[in-house]
């Protein structure tokens, strides 16, 4: 079978016994801070077994496309080495959240493997956990495994390594089940199709699924100790390498022979000229090229660019990595690396779509990183060479710096050490550098992950007891009979909040949008009066009733768990209790702002297609009531008239006062319409498409709040342009009342400048051109005559005059005033070659701090050298410096001590003559 037709098989047995066919979700996590890229199909349903979302289907199947390099799972340095290892794969996984568990798993698992796919149990092994003290023995897998057919001695027990699974100390956790594959010629044979085989040494006989059993939640019920309570509800997720399958199924030995990889291989043989052979370095070379082409050009496709910070310096890395084997040891010398990861995009395209609409942009950046790495390897080895030079025995965590950050390969790097007489075995070599890029990543933030956000446990808490909140904001600004269901202050429940207290009111029903989706939270007001009954034991001669009333600010409104609204409130007169009805107001006029600017980011990103080209993904945007950020993705600057186009694109439509439609669908009916889903975002099973124009123009999933027509945003300015990280940048843009305040501010301005320069508008541009020339004249005059003053050709002696006898030694030292750091440069240069032998050192003061620079003609600096000057006088101000024989610098930060420093060097220049 090929590997489309396992991919497709394992789909539809699994639809067909009842479950959800979702599709892969994109490589950038949404809303996961703790990964770099998604790494397992149940990525996109972590939520979903925590708890914390919600699905119209509790059964689900997936082909999730993967890729574990850098943080926790990384096999970057081991691709193109072992038969199995890679950094882009395709995940195939069954998922039961509640619904089913260890029975149907696996019960599946054994048809779809024996009776779909006509797997030879005799060379299948299953894998159950043997127990622990802490946990017992997974006896009943054991025995669904033999009653489902397998035979009892290939049932094997292992323990929490291998066999157990868990998010992290507290959550979540349960025995797993794997089965393996013996992949040798002899399964008739008891020694090689042997028990000791299954999680031991080579790889004849490998796991081809796992199967993860959440069946106990684990907690911390006093500092290091655990308690494990069953799981209400205990759910099923599974894996299964689709490449390790097609191994299988095709029977090849390694995953890079399967027809998902192989013909990547042979594309880039003939590409290099060159024999395939698994056990050359060509072999090696054109591994690491296929692999890390697919991961590079899925990544690309999903909006991952490569860059100098976390999953992005990571794809850079794996690019690099693929460019570098090229040309070292396919003899590559013309940039080659984009022609494979098209060709990828050709083999992969049917299965995954979207590398065909992206195919353009994934060229265009493949390109650019080739062109870059040229430049930036030739710097990384030049540097090795400055290395070597300071330092003939230098600490290997310079090395690492050097391949983290420049991509100096480790083969290069450790032939140099040769070169130098520092010789190593390979395997000392690489347990070197790696104890060095364990170092480096101590004290650096670079591939690693951010931790993840902690929900606060009285979030958790509301939401066990019940507490939801019904967002009413797409009718409505206001509603007047709103329950207050629950206080917090501090993070404790209370009663009531009292005037002058900051705290979080949670309402029944809100029309506060909470922030999401780049849209800030609303703002506004909480209030409410009431007539409350007095006690008649107490009243004394008090009236029947009291009136009580309450006023508190929104200052922001934000979700931390689905369902659970939160308004951060300040009271600003009377109280608030649980159980009051109040009234939840909106500030409209943000609100309408706000409404402005996220219809205007839609119509943004329409036009930016429409102008740049398809590639263009959204990266990141933050909507308020002042302005509107937009980052996308694009290869290089945006041109004055591109930006002028995309400007005039939106007015139009804005002018054109199309309606802004919202219709409630399923997530697979939205992508077939067309919608485009935005980064960073998690969608459930329904989703909110937001259509301008019929949708002709532009149609999006969206949750936030927009106007009704494109009418209400007014008008539309960009205020700036620019980049923000490789083939990464950022648009900033005015609407509204904003945008015509801009409008009247800059025609203010203009009205100043043409007051000032005297000058008519259409001469605006060329009058400020005289004048920029005018300064420019001035200033090369006043430079010029600096020069002269500071060299004595105007009122000063001349440098001979000056020059004084050290030794044998001509000697120029002086403190020059009203010269910058280049001027000094340009002094020393003309004093020099009028000395033609000695030492100049000059000095200055700017800013209460001390500059010097200290020249050496070359018959010289075999005795006399520049950096050795630098160091002995810069302490005297408080500083230091250093350089080469010929010149050197350094500064200091006490400038009452320079003439002691400028003194002193003369002493130092005898010492050394």
């Not at 929490?160 to 089940?177: A, E, V, Y």
């Amino acid at each position: 079978m090929k590997g489309t037709e396992i991919r497709n098989s394992f789909l539809k047995y699994f639809e067909k016994n009842g479950h959800k066919i979702v599709h892969s979700s994109p490589l950038l996590p949404a809303n996961d801070p703790t990964l770099l890229f998604t790494n397992a199909g149940m990525n996109q349903f972590k939520d979903v077994f925590t708890g914390a979302e919600k699905r119209d289907y509790t059964r689900a199947v997936s082909s999730q496309k993967c890729i574990r390099a850098g943080g926790k799972h990384n096999d970057l340095d081991e691709v193109g080495k072992t038969a199995r290892h890679h950094t882009f794969f395709e995940m195939l996984g069954n998922f039961s959240f509640g619904d089913y568990f260890k029975q149907d798993a696996i019960r599946f698992a054994w048809d779809f493997l024996v009776n779909e796919l006509k797997l030879d149990p005799q060379r299948l092994w299953f894998s159950v956990f043997e127990g622990d003290s802490e946990v017992p023995a997974d006896d009943e897998a054991r025995e669904l495994w033999i009653k489902a057919g397998a035979p009892p001695e290939r049932v094997l027990g292992f323990g929490r390594k291998d066999n157990f699974w868990q998010m992290g100390d507290s959550g979540p956790c349960g025995p797993c089940s794997e089965i393996h594959y013996y992949m040798g010629d002899s399964p008739g044979d008891p020694e090689r199709n042997h028990a000791k085989w299954v999680n031991g040494e080579g790889d004849t006989t490998m796991e081809i699924w796992n199967l993860v059993f959440m069946q106990f939640e684990r907690n911390e019920v006093e500092k290091g100790v655990f308690e494990l309570t069953p799981l209400p509800a205990p759910s099923v997720d599974t894996g299964a390498g689709l490449e390790r399958l097609s191994a299988v199924l095709q029977g090849v030995s390694t995953n890079y022979d399967t027809d998902l990889i192989k013909p990547i291989i042979d594309f880039a043989a003939d590409l290099a000229g060159v024999e395939y052979s698994y056990d050359t370095p060509e072999g090696f070379a054109l591994r690491v090229l296929a692999d890390h082409a697919r991961a590079t050009a899925f990544a690309i496709a999903d909006g991952i660019l490569p860059g100098n910070e976390g999953r992005n310096y990571v794809l850079r890395k794996i690019m690099r990595r693929a460019i570098y084997h090229g040309r070292e040891h396919l003899g590559f010398e013309t940039l080659f690396f984009n022609q494979v990861c098209n060709f990828v995009v050709g083999l992969m395209g049917e299965a995954y779509p979207e590398l065909i609409t992206q195919r353009d942009f994934i060229g265009k950046m493949v390109r650019l990183e080739e062109e870059r790495f040229g430049a930036t390897l030739t710097v990384g080895l030049k540097k090795l060479a400055d290395i070597f030079a300071d330092n003939p025995n230098p600490d290997f965590v310079e090395f690492a710096k050097l391949y983290d950050t420049f991509g100096t390969p480790r083969d290069l790097i450790r032939v140099s050490l040769e070169e130098h007489g520092i010789a190593f075995e390979e395997s000392e070599f690489e347990d070197k550098f790696s104890a060095a890029i364990e170092e480096l990543q101590k004290t650096s933030d670079i591939g690693k992950t951010k931790q993840a956000e902690k929900i606060n446990p009285i979030y958790g808490a509301l939401e066990e007891s019940g507490v939801k909140s019904i967002f009413r904001g797409y009718e409505t600004t206001e509603i007047e009979n709103s329950k207050v269901i629950a206080l917090i202050r501090d993070d404790l429940r209370v009663d009531s909040l009292n005037e002058g207290d900051e705290g979080l009111i949670i309402l029944d029903k809100t029309p506060f949008y909470a922030e999401s989706g780049g849209q800030v939270g609303d703002v506004g007001v909480i209030s409410g009066q009431w007539s409350v009954a007095s006690d008649p034991a107490t009243s004394d001669h008090r009236p029947p009733t009291t009136d009580h009333s309450a006023k508190a600010a929104v200052l922001d409104t934000f979700s931390p768990i689905a369902g659970i609204i939160l308004h951060k409130s300040k009271v600003e007169s009377g109280s608030i209790k649980v159980g009051d009805v109040v009234t939840a107001s909106v500030d409209v006029e943000k609100r309408d702002a706000t409404r402005r600017n996220h219809t205007a980011t839609h119509l943004v990103h329409a036009a930016l297609k429409e102008v740049l080209g398809s590639h263009v993904k959204q990266a990141g945007s933050v909507v308020a009531p002042s302005f509107l950020r937009f980052d996308f993705t694009h290869y290089q600057p945006i041109t004055d008239s591109e930006l002028q186009e995309i400007e005039n694109l939106v007015n139009r439509y804005i002018l054109k006062n199309e309606p802004v439609n919202t219709d409630v669908m399923a997530i697979e009916d939205a992508m077939r319409t067309g919608a485009v889903a935005l980064f960073g975002e998690k969608y459930g099973s329904a989703v909110r498409v937001l259509s301008v124009g019929g949708g002709e123009f532009s149609r999006e999933l969206c949750g936030g709040t927009h106007v009704r027509a494109t009418g209400d945003i007014g008008s539309f300015k960009i205020v700036s342009d620019e980049a923000i990280a490789s083939g990464v940048r950022r648009i900033r843009a005015i609407t509204g009342f904003d945008s015509f305040n801009r409008f009247r501010e800059d025609e203010r301005l203009i009205d100043r400048s043409l007051q000032a320069l005297k000058t008519q508008r259409d001469q605006l541009p060329s009058a400020i051109e005289r004048l920029q020339e005018e300064l420019k004249r001035t200033r090369k005059e006043i430079d010029e005559l600096k020069m002269k003053i500071a060299t004595g050709a105007i009122g000063g002696a001349s440098d001979g005059d000056e020059a004084r006898d050290v030794n044998g030694v001509k000697v120029v030292a002086k403190i020059v005033e009203g010269l910058d750091k280049g001027g000094m440069r340009h002094l020393s240069d003309t004093l020099l070659a009028k000395l033609k032998s000695g030492v100049v050192i000059l000095a200055r003061t700017e800013e209460e701090k001390v500059g010097f620079i200290v020249r050496v003609s070359d018959d010289l600096t075999g005795k006399i050298k520049a950096g050795a000057i630098v160091q002995q006088i810069a302490p005297i101000v408080g500083g230091r410096g250093g350089g080469k024989p010929d010149m050197a610098e350094g500064g200091g930060t006490e400038p009452g001590k320079l003439q002691d420093a400028i003194d002193a060097s003369y002493g130092v220049i005898e010492s050394m003559s």
